[in-house]
Each structure stands twice: as C-alpha cells, then as structure tokens.
C-alpha cells in the first residue's frame, strides 16, 4: 500500500522560507514521477512542481519559478519542496502525489497522479 506523507508547513511570514517534504512508503520515490499541488480555499487544486521518473526533468509552474525547487532523497525515500520569497498568494494546503506512468516529462494534471497525500497547510502572512 502506498502512502505519502507531508511535513514541515506551517505559518511564515512574507519573504520567508519554509521546506515541506513527503516521506513515501510501498513506492520508492525515485522510481516514479513525483509532484507537489496546491489549493487554495475557493480554488481548484493546481500545479506547483514535479520531477519526471528519471529525474531528468522537472518543472515549475510560472507562479513559483525561480522561488520553489523540487527534489528527492532516494535514501530517505522522500521529496522535497523548498519555497522561498513567499508570497500571501502562496497560502494553500499543499499536497504531493506519484504517478506510476513512466513518461520522459512531468505530468502537470491532477488526473494523472495514481497516489495523494493528505497535504499540509502553508499560511504566509502580510
């Protein structure tokens, strides 16, 4: 059974920094692609960042490149997220997911992701 876990959100000020991660068990992360999404209240859950199965790509949704950055700890068995500069519009329960398809890209569709976990809330304030 698969099960992926959130961490490390929580309340930071603008400009601030948080690292999130999700601990995976019954998948080893490094061999499947892995994303992190966002949703906002009132909002439909959308893409933040993702890392094709080989780890060859990733990619960023506009709204937080430069600042956020994907990675995995295949020891662990974990992916991160590190958020910098945060912004109030970055406010959200943030979730990740597996996909279990083996595509040289990385899947930015919410459908396209087998496996969630219960997410974590990242509250930036003003």
């Known amino acids: 059974q698969v099960q992926l876990v959130e961490s490390g959100g929580g309340l930071v000020q603008v400009g601030g920094s948080l690292r999130l991660s999700c601990a995976a068990s019954g998948r080893t992360v490094s061999n499947y692609g892995m994303g992190w999404f966002r949703q906002a209240p009132g909002k439909e859950r959308e893409f933040v960042a993702g890392?094709?199965?080989?780890?060859?790509?990733?990619h960023y949704a506009d709204s937080v490149k430069g600042r956020f950055t994907i990675a995995r700890d295949g020891a662990k068995n974990t992916v991160y997220l590190q958020m910098n500069s945060l912004k109030p519009e970055d406010t959200a329960v943030y979730s990740c997911?597996?996909?279990?398809?083996?595509?040289?890209?990385?899947?930015?569709?919410?459908?396209?992701?087998?496996?969630w976990g219960q997410g974590t809330q990242v509250t930036v304030s003003s």
């Open positions: 997911a597996l996909d279990t398809g083996h595509t040289a890209w990385v899947q930015t569709w919410v459908r396209e992701y087998e496996y």
């Open positions: 890392i094709s199965w080989s780890g060859g790509s990733t």
